[in-house]
Each structure stands twice: as C-alpha cells, then as structure tokens.
C-alpha cells in the first residue's frame, strides 16, 4: 500500500495550490479518503473527507468555502485544491484512506508566507 502526496510548497496569502495524493497497492474506489494537516506544536487535524463514489464531501469549519476535495477513481487519486490561503494553513498535509484512516501518505509540506 502507498499514498504519495505531491504539490506542496511556498505559496503567499491568498494564494492557492492543489494537493494530489497518488494510492497504489488497494482498491482505491473502495476506500473512503480524507486530507489531514499538522501544524507544529500542533495535533493532526481532520481537514477534509470524500466518500467512495466522489458523491459526498465534507470540511472543517477553518476551510469551509476555501478548500475543495475530490478523487478521480480511474486515476486512483485524491485530490484538494486550496483557495485564498492563510498563514494559519501552514501545516505539513496528510492524505489517508479508509474509514477509520487505515493508511496513510508521508505528508506534502505547505508553508503560507509573504
């Protein structure tokens, strides 16, 4: 089993980037995904999940209205495009899959700074 997180980076305030997290080694469709962030000194934090089918999504109340999450099944990745990003984003950002996050990426690090 293996998630690859991709396109982090440094991005200014207001910004915007797009997380990929490429799985291999399970049945992608058959997993629910989810993003997660650490920031230092701080818990991981649940920042957003997609069911299987891609039909239903849901968000942290800080992200809500900013960041989109969705998954291309035939490409077996998730994706999470950030939008109008604050320095309080800053965090090193996780993909997991499974109801209960039964695997997870080595994280993609994302640092919001002008």
Partial sequence: VQLVESGGGL???GGSLRL????????????HMSWHRQAPGKERELVAGIIRTGGRT???????GRF?????????????????????DTAVYYC???????????????????
Avoid: H
């Avoid at 990929?20 to 997993?31: E, L, Q, R, V």
């Avoid at 989109?68 to 309080?88: C, F, G, H, W």
């Fill in 96 to 114: 997991s899959a499974g109801a209960r996050y039964d695997y997870w990426g080595q994280g993609t690090q994302v640092t919001v700074s002008s």
């Fill in 68 to 88: 989109t999450i969705s998954r291309d099944n035939a490409k077996n990745t998730v994706y999470l495009q950030m939008n109008s990003l604050k320095p309080e």
């Fill in 11 to 13: 991005v200014q305030p």
């Fill in 20 to 31: 990929s997290c490429a799985a291999s080694g399970f049945t992608f469709s058959s997993y």
């Fill in 58 to 64: 849901m968000y942290a109340d800080s992200v809500k």
